[in-house]
């Protein structure tokens, strides 16, 4: 923490992570598990799908999503409030996106297909919407792989570049959705205006604004 | 996660006998769910005649008939959600009494049955088929109902006749899901008229023994088991003869998506999804899908000579 080279970051950047706000990240921490809290009530209230199979990728896949455009949304909320305090959420929530959408294709391989090898070539190649899922998780795994300080530390300007492939798994992942729905299902679509808004908030003419026009309210 | 085979044939939970019933419930509460009890699903509506559903049915394959519980609450009735499991909720108390079907067009004696009308000069039978949904998934559905043609040769259908449309009730007021734009309302399917004149393309009224209730399409509804279950339209207001094929609603939304044949077909996909397998509802692991689902020696001789692929 104290090595000279990021120290001068720290005076600029303010206190590292350990003060912001611990109760913030244990605030994360618990939101993850609500996907599985849901999935236990729904099962003790006999509300699960009767296709369960389809039901926990469904579920898995969903929170996936969620987690995704929630940690797309911390830098366009910290612009619009000024809330800095937020930006250290963004890692875990970005590893908790990562987590659910390893766990939904470990469903849909493991027990949806039971590794059964000309069913699952079948059912990918070729297929869009599977390959874009699947594009958005290979674009996940190197971002997870580097969310820590060391990794953070150690690619240093490429570090940002390479997260803001980010962006692109949550397009692929909202087009992965809308893919699998038939024609006239709308509920991926409010995951696209989301991350469409999110998208524009962070458009630097677009992000100034914003900055400028809340620092002038205050 | 397996499902137990004790579990597959639950009429019996549902009727007339207590002492199964009581054994039920005793079995929830040891499983330390006393209060699940209140959220079984609501009294067994009446019955329509003996139930014939009994434990061990089978198609003639030799698969299980699904749960009743799982198939009234799986459905796909886009006029009240696209939401499988918010149908049986939404559909609760929908209006099915009066009804009447108008079976008219190309036909010589165009009639309007009441409800009672078709329960009397039709009778009823048992018949077990095999539903796949588009979506690639299936069950194993006990029907009550008889052939379609029954009513088609009472009206007469003219030589002129080539084809048969069918349309949903269409009722805002109860039917919340037709606020939708995104879908050409009312919902219509057709059939050419050899495929209407088979004796396996069925009018159900009934499930599992007893009416139909809303989400499966009460009071009168359409099965073609060897089409997507798309096909078998629910809810039906009205059946005309006509000379052109019909409009309807899926090919309408999704022409490359969803023929007006629409049989089912493993080795023809839709555009986007394979339809080589499917998982039969209370199932773990997926099944290959069986051209015409499994009726294929019923049915193939309607397409002799069609490019099934051209025509899906």
């Known amino acids: 923490m104290n090595a000279p080279s990021t120290a001068g970051r720290s005076a600029v950047a303010g206190p590292r992570r350990s003060t912001p706000k611990r109760w913030l990240g244990a605030l994360v921490h618990l939101g993850a598990l609500i996907p599985l809290g849901l999935f236990a009530l729904d099962t003790a209230l006999g509300r699960l799908s009767p296709d369960l199979i389809r039901d926990v990728t469904l579920r898995t896949g969903l929170a996936a999503l969620v987690f995704l455009l929630l940690a797309l949304a911390v830098t366009p909320v910290v612009t619009v409030t000024g809330l800095a305090v937020l930006n250290p ?68 300007r490429n570090w940002k570049r390479l997260h803001r492939a980010a962006y692109a798994a949550g397009l692929l992942a909202v087009v992965h959705y809308i893919w699998l729905v038939k024609v006239g299902v709308i509920d991926p679509w409010w995951y696209a205006a989301v991350l469409v808004g999110l998208f524009v908030l962070r458009l630097p003419p677009v992000r100034r604004r914003v900055s400028a026009l809340r620092k002038r309210q205050l | 996660m397996k499902i137990r085979s004790s579990e597959i044939t639950p009429e019996h939970v549902y009727l007339a006998r207590p002492s199964r019933r009581a054994f039920l419930k005793l079995a929830l509460a040891a499983a330390g769910g006393a209060g699940l009890v209140a959220c079984a699903p609501p009294a067994a509506p009446t019955l329509v005649g003996p139930t014939p559903a009994a434990d061990g049915q089978t198609d003639e394959l030799g698969d299980a008939v699904n749960r009743f519980e799982d198939i009234v609450n799986y459905n796909n009735y886009y006029e009240f959600t ?58 194993v559905i006990p029907w009550n109902g008889f052939s379609l043609s029954e009513i088609l040769n009472q009206v007469e259908p003219t030589s002129d006749a080539r084809f048969v449309k069918f349309t949903t009730v269409s009722r805002p007021e109860e039917m919340p899901g037709l606020s939708n734009p995104l879908y050409p309302w009312p919902y219509t399917e057709g059939l050419r008229l050899d495929e209407a004149m088979h004796p396996l393309t069925t009018v159900a009224t009934g499930l599992y023994g007893r009416d139909l209730l809303p989400q499966s399409g009460a009071p009168i509804r359409l099965v073609v088991p060897w089409k997507y279950g798309f096909k078998s339209i ?5 059946i005309e003869l006509t000379a052109e094929q019909p409009a309807t609603l899926w090919n309408t939304v999704g022409p490359s998506e969803y023929g007006f044949y629409s049989n089912v077909n493993p080795e023809v996909d839709h555009p986007r999804w394979s339809q080589a397998s499917e998982r039969r509802i209370g199932e773990i692991s997926r ?15 309607l397409y002799a000579g069609l490019d099934l692929a051209a025509n899906y």
């Open chain 2, 82 to 139: 696209t939401d499988k499991a918010g149908v049986a909720g939404l559909a609760a108390g929908f209006t099915t009494d009066p009804w009447t079907v108008e079976v008219s067009g190309l036909v010589n004696k165009p009639k309007t049955f009441g409800l009672e009308d078709i329960r009397q000069a039709f009778t009823s039978e048992e018949r077990i088929f095999r539903l796949r949904c588009v979506e690639a998934w299936s069950m």
């Open chain 1, 89 to 156: 959420l963004r890692r875990w929530l970005g590893i908790y996106a990562f987590v659910y959408a390893a766990l939904h294709l470990s469903i849909f391989v493991a027990i949806d297909y039971g590794f059964n090898a000309a069913l699952l070539a079948d059912a990918v190649l070729m297929r869009p919407y599977a390959l874009a899922g699947l594009a958005a998780l290979a674009i996940m795994l190197p971002l997870a792989a580097t969310s820590t300080d060391a990794m953070q530390r150690r690619l240093r």
């Open chain 2, 234 to 238: 629910k809810s039906i207001v009205k």
């Open chain 2, 287 to 301: 099944r290959a899908t069986l051209k015409f689902n499994g009726y294929e020696t019923d049915v193939a001789d």
